[in-house]
Nanobody
Framework: QVQLVESGGGLVQPGGSLRLSCAAS????????MGWYRQYPGKERELVAT???????KTADSVKGRFTIAKDNAENRVYLQMNSLKPEDTAVYYC???????????????WGQGTQVTVSS
């Protein structure tokens, strides 16, 4: 089993910054991809940013130029640096990971428990 634990959420004023962190632990052979999604009340989760192979990134248009994803391969951690935050960034942010459990090439997908980000004055 694999656990994803997020940290770094909270309350911030518009224009401020937050850094989210997610640590993966458990039965991990290697990690194919990690990323961040967010969910508004009553809505489906949407992609914020992902990083594959530790280097290939994908970022939602709504956060490009403001959010940056990075991965520490040695520590199996992924970070989301969020700058110039807007009230519309208020949501629950979830960490996600595709994890290879052995050399067979099969990977499983996992979610963290979520962390609340609130942007308000």
């Amino acid at each position: 089993q694999v656990q994803l634990v997020e940290s770094g959420g909270g309350l911030v004023q518009p224009g401020g910054s937050l850094r989210l962190s997610c640590a993966a632990s458990g039965s991990i052979f290697s990690i194919r991809a990690m990323g961040w999604y967010r969910q508004y009340p009553g809505k489906e989760r949407e992609l914020v940013a992902t990083i594959t192979g530790g280097i290939i990134t994908k970022t939602a248009d709504s956060v490009k130029g403001r959010f940056t994803i990075a991965k520490d391969n040695a520590e199996n951690r992924v970070y989301l640096q969020m700058n110039s935050l807007k009230p519309e960034d208020t949501a629950v942010y979830y960490c996600n990971a595709d994890v290879f459990v052995d050399r067979g090439g099969i990977y499983a997908n996992y979610w963290g428990q979520g962390t609340q980000v609130t942007v308000s004055s």
